[in-house]
């Protein structure tokens, strides 16, 4: 079973959850949510449900709605001059920059809130369903990606361990909310979800690994504070290896899966 689901698949996947608005916050909010992005957290989520499942079912679509809300509210207060200061976003003027301050902290706000009304929608009596929308909000909270942006922010990167921590969570962690989630809502057993948060970990950290070396000129704390170049692109082979027998485990097509991973070694941006 061969990945087709594009960007356009969950632009429109979006729209139909996004609220019917135009005031100042929801044009902000708009502006960054069809900015352009390569939308790999829902696409991931709903190829897992597809693989599992066989089809992809409508929890599952919202599930990929609520994640790529909240991936785009963090990148908005990611950007902020009192977070990360970026002026670009995707290309594109960020979201403070062409709205204010205020607007794009509203606009955050306001797609968090927005994705745990979205998981409100799904069928919370299936029990896999209420695990999957528990295990998103643990993911993106305190101690997941939240965790992540404030390790990122307030603590030393000294050794391997602490770059892994930092990976895990900041990037890491929404990205095994759409394995997991994906899977979740399909029906897949705890062993094959267990086996898919590994993958997810094990990506979630090559992807920032290779982040960090696209962005050596500007990135103030990375993996190359504690290995060299080298070393890093040995170890993406490595994580990349480890992912490859862990998705041999499973009785699915993951093409697409592997698809993202041998892509990821070779992006450019």
């Not at 790999?40 to 790529?68: C, D, F, Q, S, Y």
């Not at 029990?127 to 305190?142: D, H, V």
Request: charged share 25%; hydrophobic share 40%.
């Amino acid at each position: 079973m061969k990945n087709s689901i594009g960007i356009e698949i969950v632009d429109e996947i979006l729209r139909g959850y996004f609220p019917n608005s135009n005031d100042k916050v929801a044009q902000a909010m708009q502006y960054s949510l069809f900015s352009g992005g390569k939308r790999i957290r829902p696409m991931l989520l709903l190829a897992t449900a597809k693989a599992v499942g066989g089809k992809i079912n409508e929890n599952a679509k919202i599930m990929a709605a609520a994640l790529e809300f909240i991936h785009t509210y963090s990148l908005i207060h990611d950007d902020l001059p009192c977070m990360d200061n970026d002026d670009v976003r995707r290309g594109k003027r960020s979201c403070h920059m062409q709205f204010g301050e205020a607007a794009a902290v509203l606009a955050g706000d306001a797609l968090l809130n927005l994705a745990v009304e979205t998981l409100f929608k799904g069928s919370l009596s299936n029990k896999g369903y209420a695990k999957a929308c528990q295990f998103m909000l643990k993911m993106s909270g305190i101690n997941g990606m939240v965790r992540g942006q404030s390790l990122d922010l307030f603590t030393e990167t000294k050794t391997v361990e602490e770059a892994n921590d930092v990976a895990l969570h900041k990037t890491g962690d929404l990205i095994r909310a759409a394995l997991v989630c994906g899977a979740l809502c399909a029906g897949a057993n705890d062993e094959e979800t267990e086996i898919l948060d590994q993958v997810a970990i094990k990506l979630g950290i090559c992807y920032q690994a290779v982040d960090d070396m696209l962005d050596s000129n500007k990135c103030e704390k990375s993996f190359l504070d504690v290995m060299s170049e080298r070393a890093l692109k040995d170890y993406t082979l490595k994580l990349t290896d480890e992912i490859k027998a862990l998705i041999a485990k499973l009785p699915y097509d993951m093409t697409f899966i592997e698809n993202i991973v041998e892509q990821n070694l070779i992006r450019t941006k």
